[in-house]
């Protein structure tokens, strides 16, 4: 009897250990438009997987989440609401703890919208959160139809500060949302001072828009830079880069950039700064953006041996080794180049890889559901395919979906064909460094790349190259 009340008693109080917290919602909205949820965790610089959960809740108008989660933390949560091929996302950061219940209640704010009515939110942490970012949202659409010029425009950014200040007075707001917020009130005024000055650079001659005074800022950025609050933010490596290129006069979001260059910025930023995990993922950005933007020239592995230098600077060994894979794989972008050895899935779930294809060229075409200009492709695709049938030519089209069944769907929407299969993780366009889709590539009999990026199927030079392959 002893043991079973034991036993009892142990089991409820890991019941009652067991950290769930509950997030409810309703969306108020007339019509009959379906409704996603996603909840990410945003861990900044920390390392692990985060928590994620998709709820797609259809037409319904209120939703229960039942998270398990042991700690404290920052959430990003994004409603998506769609009815027919009108879409609208409601993106907002909320910070959550063991055992919290928050309620939270949508309406539409014009025919598609949402705005949270953050007036009934209990929660001084959430409450304020919410606000800022409803209050944040309406004053991104008065800037986005403002006709000031830009120096006025830029006048108005301190706004996002004053907007901030007002929040955090009026709420026991506890010290870590506190921080956040400055720090996202900090994260916008950069974001959109960038931004202002490349549509200004866009629309003039002018490589600096107003002189270097137009980015003078009304707190200090390194304050910001050397707390790890930053990582928090999408944008916060990026708003680093354009200030470091600022800093040595560099035009802002220069695009290619040499290793010399990237060096510089490199130095600046470590001379400036103490934050580790930031100085290595700024060096990340930076060579990323090299590596995408790279010509293969005979000056290849010369070139390789400098990148390694520069990539040597970052600390994290698991990142360091990543931009250095990257930059090697380039090799496989280069004319007689190998096809990458990885797997695939076929509409089965079955595991394929390509080799089987050795012995005929072989055509690929990268797509996915989402893509409107490789949907528009598709059709010409598959009567190049016909066209070619029976001769020494294989088509694969190899979807970057990462919805497994937004791929199947769109497969029987369009009646594809063939070899379809599925490289849900990205690996085989990492790999070959395609930055951007429709992208279509031709290999050899030996498997050897002949044409990294083949034109468009709506161009009569695809067929040109086609007809001259020596054994079709």
């Known amino acids: ?159 996002f500060y004053v907007l901030t200040d007002q929040v955090l007075t009026a709420k026991k707001i506890s010290p870590i949302v506190q921080k956040y917020l400055k720090f996202k009130a900090f994260d916008v005024y950069n974001t959109h001072l960038y931004r202002l000055a490349l549509e200004y650079s866009r629309g003039s001659k002018n490589t600096v828009p107003v002189g270097a005074g137009f980015y003078a800022q009304p707190v200090d950025p390194l304050f910001y830079f050397n707390d790890p609050t930053i990582l928090l933010f999408a944008n916060g490596v990026s708003n680093v880069i354009r200030y470091l290129e600022v800093y040595i006069e560099m035009p802002v979001y220069k695009r290619s950039k040499t290793l010399k260059e990237i060096n510089t910025q490199i130095d600046l930023l470590k001379s400036m700064v103490s934050n580790v995990p930031l100085i290595d993922q700024v060096i990340e950005s930076l060579l ?51 096809l990458p050895d990885l797997k695939f899935e076929d509409a089965e779930g079955k595991t394929v890889d390509l080799e089987q294809f050795k012995g005929k060229y072989l055509f690929i075409d990268f ?36 919805n497994k069944h937004a791929w199947l769907s769109k497969m029987k929407e369009l009646n594809m064909h063939g070899h379809q299969y599925l490289d849900q993780t990205g690996a085989f366009t990492k790999k070959l460094n395609i930055s951007g889709i429709p992208h279509y590539m031709i290999y050899d009999m030996e498997s050897k790349l002949l044409v990294y990026k083949a034109p468009m199927p709506d161009s009569p030079k695809l067929k040109e190259i086609i007809d001259q392959l020596s054994g079709l």
């Open 1 to 159: 009897m002893k043991k079973i009340l034991l036993f009892c008693i142990l089991l409820g109080s890991s019941i009652i250990c067991q950290a769930i917290t509950k997030l409810n919602g309703v969306i108020k909205v007339a019509d009959n438009r379906t409704v996603t949820i996603y909840l990410k965790e945003v861990l900044g610089n920390e390392v692990g997987k985060p928590y994620e959960e998709e709820l797609n809740i259809g037409t319904q108008r209120s939703f229960t989440m039942k998270l398990d989660i042991n700690k404290a933390g920052f959430y990003s949560l994004s409603v998506v609401t769609q009815k027919e091929n009108n879409k609208s996302v409601h993106n907002s950061t909320i910070y959550l703890k063991p055992n919290d219940k928050l309620k939270l209640e949508f309406q539409g704010n014009n025919q598609f919208g949402l705005v949270c009515n953050y007036s009934k939110i209990t929660n001084a942490d959430n409450k304020a959160l919410l606000e800022i970012n409803e209050k944040f949202n309406d004053y991104f659409r008065a800037l986005f139809n403002s006709t000031a010029d830009v120096v006025h425009q830029k006048e108005e950014l301190k706004q």
């Open 367 to 402: 797509w996915a559901s989402w893509c409107v200009p490789c949907i528009k492709m598709t059709p010409l695709v598959q009567k190049l395919e016909k066209e070619y049938e029976g001769r020494n030519i294989t088509f694969v089209a190899i979807s970057i979906d990462g």
């Open 288 to 338: 990323s953006s090299y590596t995408a933007s790279y010509k293969i020239t005979n000056d290849f592995e010369q070139d390789l041996k400098t990148y390694v230098k520069v990539a040597a600077q970052i600390n994290d060994v698991a990142i360091r080794s990543k931009v250095k894979k990257d930059f090697e794989n380039l090799r496989y972008t280069m004319r007689g180049g190998a």
